[in-house]
């Protein structure tokens, strides 16, 4: 009798036990992207502009290991509601219609004022 053993190519994954079928899944790590918005005379902005009106970032893309995703930042200046008002909103948003991100995301927004300090920071 002989017994013939079909090896997997040199950096093929193999199933650790024998089975008739077999599946194997590669997690992408960690991704660092940043993204930086400038606002003009944003201090102005903040005294002019009421509770409630929203500016939007242009669109950015995230290249994720199978697709691109994309995105956009949504601020509120002088707040998302009456009760907010003095107080900047910002949120980060899923621009993806036909096909949405559905990640699960770390994320630090900055602000930074004219001298490149950051001057608020806050992780979500």
Do not use: M
């Not at 992408?28 to 606002?39: C, L, P, Q, R, V």
């Not at 005294?47 to 697709?67: G, H, W």
């Not at 909103?89 to 004219?114: H, M, Q, R, W, Y």
């Amino acid at each position: 009798n002989e017994v013939v053993v079909d090896l997997p190519a040199a950096g093929a994954r193999c199933p650790p036990v024998e089975a008739t079928s077999w599946c194997y899944t590669q997690v992408e790590g960690h991704k660092k992207f940043t993204y930086a918005w400038t606002i003009e005379d944003f201090v102005r902005v903040i005294e002019n502009y009421p509770a409630e009106q929203t500016l939007y970032s242009e669109q950015f893309t995230i290249p994720l290991k199978d697709r691109n995703t994309i995105w956009r930042l949504k601020v509120y200046p002088n707040g998302r509601k009456r009760e907010d008002e003095g107080f900047v909103t910002l949120f980060l948003k899923d621009s993806g219609k036909e096909l949405p991100a559905n990640v699960k995301a770390t994320v630090e927004f900055s602000t930074i004022n004219n001298l490149g300090d950051k001057v608020a920071k806050k992780l979500i």
